[in-house]
């Protein structure tokens, strides 16, 4: 075998050995230098047809330092070999992102693949801010081709970690457009992946009011299980549900980073019981606050006047009931036309 | 190296005991223990070994020894003893005097083994001045001004009574900040410096200088991660609070996400969780309630966004209410101290102009002007945060 390959070859084999005899850090070692001898040949000889096997091993590289450091961990050793990872993956991203060479046998190619490889080791080592590192180097390239010529998986990587970003920065509509961009390239057997995206997808909606189709949670069910509940709290205005089902999950949704999200949609839920309230009344304009106060009550959750005047100035605040409130009356006067204003979202297929 | 230092503590502890128990054979006893100990030491488990179950030497065995009383504090007292080492050695030669042995020259060859694997000399200070002001160190200390520990436990209380007779903060923090500095160098991490850094964030607090609390904050967590008792709900539930102020998600999502079943009973912590919850339900009611029933000095730290907050609810106020809004009613729900108060911030917002004769609030009106003091928070925010 000529050079470089000879070495490559060496290391992988030495690398496989290691793996074979459950050495895992020993493996991660020999694989990482490979990746190394391969970079460097890879920047100087090798073009656009060598990608393949930059991702295979990069991948392969990421998948060994998680294995490598769960063992670190198990022998109270600080677990090193991720972050080790996340910056030869860094390089291989700038080899890619930095290429010179024509078009249709650029580099540049490979350059969302491993953004998305990026953000997926960032956000194992929980070190999100790093991705705007990313983010920045790509918006300042100039001559990347269109990000809709990527392949799809790249696209769709991309995009989901994107909409993951801004909903941790809690800016919803971003957010809320990227996962469904994401969602809509998402081929139906990619049954996690679109999970994954609901699971973060589904929060936004709720805090906007949307609810999601009972036929759309039927094809998930892990989505279906966690986020039923709340969402039948909320059609039914039981503000006193939400907030059991909310203790309830709180656990879960804590580890998945939704909790503070989905808090926000108990508002929705109090202004379904509200507006039921609304229609209970037969839509008259004009209703004393002490019926809003007794559907609280109702729903198990008894409170003051003033706290009841607050949610409503609260929801009037942002838009979600059109109106105004009387003090001293005690009342609130509804607008006439389009009072609980509807809400829609993008349809899905 | 916290571990290596107390681990050659343990080492040292077990040099002593054997030591006192043999008296009475204490050549033996120093020929043993060498073998011991560089035998350990070349098996490479000189520290992996429990050195305080560790067999005593063989010539430790009781002959005809004479005993003497000992405080058992005495015996195991070297780490929180405020001597220094040739002090230390000093005692020890004078015990072996008393009961006429011939004068023993000291054991010291392990010891200085032992200090020579310590790569961080630990300096016991002499310096015996309660007060002392603070001077950044550029190279290691002089012994002669850093304070030992049985001083600075003085000081500590000399301070706490000065803070409350005088209320001088920049003299109690320099004092502070050089107490905080004497711990540092001669490494010493017990209840002692906890209970220093919990007094001192506590007057920063009060004194609402956020910069020093910060600080002292950020040793309180590594020192409790040690396991060091001391106030430890009350500084999580300031955490929590100071985590409200700078707004920051991912902070508050971790620290919700660390909360143990204990801490989420303790009061402290819940009542910083609560108003976690009510900002986020924009459960105003609820929340300035909770301002005025704030535990410790959580008020103090509440202090800071307490404005940013009074503005938000102000604001859904006066969107919401019309065509006016009893001032009686604002001044309660934002829980100002009397009516006085609630004038003045108004008036520090622009808006008290739209304050009618029979003490209601043009809302309409006002809600321009306090629209506009909105956005000057939002900006604050993001310069401020961290």
Not at chain 1, 186 to 215: A, D, F, H, M
Not at chain 2, 339 to 353: K, R
């Amino acid at each position: 075998l000529s050079a470089p390959w000879d070495d490559i070859v060496i290391q992988y084999i030495k690398c496989i050995i290691a793996m074979h005899n459950r050495k895992y850090a020993e493996a991660f070692e020999e694989h990482h230098t490979m990746v190394q001898i391969f970079q460097r040949a890879f920047s100087q000889q090798f073009g656009r047809w060598s990608l393949p096997i930059l991702y295979t091993i990069n991948y392969d590289l990421r998948l060994l330092a998680i294995k490598s450091d769960l063992i670190f961990m198990m022998a109270e050793k600080p677990p090193k070999n991720l972050e080790i990872a996340a910056r030869a993956i860094n390089k291989s991203f700038s080899l890619c992102i930095t290429d010179r060479a024509v078009l249709n046998v650029s580099r540049k190619w490979g350059t969302y693949y491993f953004a998305g490889l990026l953000f997926k080791t960032y956000f194992k080592l929980k070190q999100q801010n790093l991705c705007k590192n990313v983010i920045k180097s790509i918006r300042a390239s100039t001559d990347l081709p269109p990000f809709g010529q990527f392949p799809r998986a790249h696209q769709v990587t991309f995009l989901y970690y994107q909409g993951l970003l801004a909903f941790l920065e809690a800016e919803y509509s971003q957010a809320e457009e990227k996962f469904v961009t994401a969602f809509r390239m998402c081929p139906k057997s990619s049954q996690k992946n679109k999970e994954l995206i609901l699971r973060y997808l589904i929060p936004v909606w709720l805090t906007r009011g949307i609810l999601p189709s009972p036929e759309l949670l039927s094809r998930y069910p892990k989505i279906e299980s966690l986020y039923k509940p709340f969402i039948d709290a909320i059609r039914d205005g039981n503000v006193k549900k939400f907030d059991d089902t909310l203790a309830k999950f709180e656990l879960k949704l804590v580890a998945q980073n939704t909790f503070l999200t989905v808090e926000l949609a108990r508002e929705i839920a109090m202004r379904v019981l509200f507006k039921k309230v609304y229609l209970i009344n037969i839509r008259e304009s004009k209703v004393p606050l002490s019926k809003f106060q007794q559907a609280l009550k109702y729903v198990g959750r008894d409170v003051e006047m003033a706290e009841v005047m607050w949610y409503m100035a609260s929801m009037i605040q942002k838009g979600l009931i059109r109106g105004y409130l009387s003090y001293s009356k005690e009342f609130l006067v509804l607008s006439e036309k389009n009072a609980f204003p509807v809400f829609d979202a993008p349809a899905l297929t | 190296m916290d571990k290596l230092f107390i681990k050659i503590c343990f080492i040292r502890e077990y040099v002593q005991r054997s030591f006192n128990e043999a008296q009475h054979n204490i050549d033996a006893v120093e020929r043993e223990l060498k073998i011991i100990i560089s035998s350990k030491m070349s098996e490479g488990l000189l520290y992996e070994t429990d050195w305080s179950k560790m067999e005593l030497p063989q010539s430790c065995r009781p002959s005809s020894f004479l005993s003497f009383n000992q405080s058992p504090s005495d015996r195991y007292s070297f780490d929180s003893d405020e001597c220094s080492e040739s002090q230390k050695r000093e005692k020890r030669a004078k015990r072996f005097q008393e009961h006429e042995r011939i004068n023993r020259p000291r054991w010291e060859p392990p010891v200085q083994q032992l200090d020579e694997i310590d790569v961080d000399q630990t300096i016991v200070g002499t310096c015996q001045k309660l007060e002392k002001s603070y001077l950044r160190l550029t190279s290691a200390p002089d012994p002669s001004t850093v304070r030992p520990l049985r001083i600075l436990k003085q000081t500590l209380e000399f301070l706490k009574a000065k803070w409350v007779e005088d209320q001088n903060y920049t003299y109690i923090c320099d004092q502070f900040k050089s107490l905080r500095q004497d711990l540092t160098v001669q490494h010493i991490k017990t209840e002692f410096t906890v209970k220093v850094y919990e007094t001192h964030a506590r007057i920063a607090l009060e004194k609402s200088d956020l910069g020093e609390y910060n600080q002292c904050q950020t040793q309180l967590k590594e020192l409790y991660r040690l396991n060091i008792p001391g106030s430890v709900m009350e500084f999580m539930a300031y955490r929590l609070l100071y985590f409200l102020y700078t707004r920051n998600r991912s902070d508050i999502n971790a620290l919700i996400a660390e909360l143990t079943d204990e801490m989420k009973n303790d009061d402290a912590i819940k009542h910083a969780l609560e108003v976690r919850s009510t900002l986020a339900t924009s459960n105003f009611h609820k929340f300035f309630q909770l301002y005025l029933k704030a535990p410790n000095m959580g008020a103090y730290l509440m202090d800071h966004f307490i404005e940013r907050e009074r503005i938000a609810a102000l604001q859904t106020l006066c969107k919401a209410f019309r065509p006016t809004l009893e001032m009686e009613f604002i001044r309660t729900e934002l829980a100002f101290n009397d009516m006085e108060e609630c004038y003045q911030f108004l008036n520090e917002h622009n808006s008290s102009i739209y304050i009618l004769a029979d003490n209601t609030l043009d809302t309409k009106n006002a809600q321009k002007s306090i629209e506009a003091c909105v956005k000057k928070f939002e900006k604050i925010d993001i310069k401020g945060q961290i």
